[in-house]
């Protein structure tokens, strides 16, 4: 059976899924005792599906690794 991220079931009593979060972690340069994390969620909330970033503290120096940290995220939602 597959899973897919979508609104609302298909027909034969399809599984869909409404809601994933994941969340990344990378240790923190200035403190090693501190990670900093990012959770990436998709939710359905009735009006469509809404994407949310939530971070105390993400750093990146190239703009490619938050490009494919968003590619990889759709990939383990499995974004259609």
Known sequence: MDFKTKEYPGK??????NKITVNYSQSNE???DIDDNLELTIDHVGGGFYYILKTERWAFNDISE???LLADFK??????
């Open 66 to 68: 938050l490009d494919q």
């Open 30 to 32: 200035t403190d090693i």
């Open 75 to 80: 990939a383990k939602a499995n974004i259609i």
């Open 12 to 17: 034969n009593e399809e599984i869909v899924i």
